[in-house]
């Protein structure tokens, strides 16, 4: 089983951006579907983006379509998200999380679907 470590969250002003990469740990990453989730303080933790095992396929929630890009590196054990044209309410801790898929192109969008988790990293986007 990996175990998630996420880094590159800070602090940016709105219209800058980021880049969050989540390391795993152990030889069986590329096995894994994986994804982006964030929670701020008043919200219930929900689905930002996700990315099938091999890389082909990604999803998105639409309020970060044509600003977030999700990618892998499976010889790195690496995912990132990619955040440009930032906004106050991109705000929230930001978590990866990991799933074994059903097949090669799922990409999974609920949070019940996954199992390994990271603890986060902050994310504040100053207006």
């Known amino acids: 089983q990996v175990q998630l470590v996420e880094s590159g969250g800070g602090l940016v002003q709105a219209g800058g951006s980021l880049r969050l990469s989540c390391a795993a740990s152990g030889r069986t990453f590329s096995t894994y579907a994986m994804g982006w989730f964030r929670q701020d303080s008043e919200k219930e933790r929900e689905f930002v983006a996700a990315?099938?095992?091999?890389?082909?396929?990604?999803y998105y929630t639409d309020s970060v379509k044509g600003r977030f890009a999700i990618s892998r590196d499976n010889a790195k054990n690496t995912v990132y998200l990619q955040m440009n044209s930032l906004k106050p309410e991109d705000t929230a801790v930001y978590y990866c999380?990991?799933?074994?898929?059903?097949?090669?192109?799922?990409?999974?969008?609920?949070?019940?679907?996954?199992?390994?988790w990271g603890r986060g990293t902050q994310v504040t986007v100053s207006s």
């Open positions: 999380a990991a799933t074994p898929p059903l097949n090669g192109l799922e990409v999974a969008t609920s949070q019940s679907r996954y199992d390994i």
């Open positions: 990315v099938s095992r091999s890389g082909f396929r990604t």
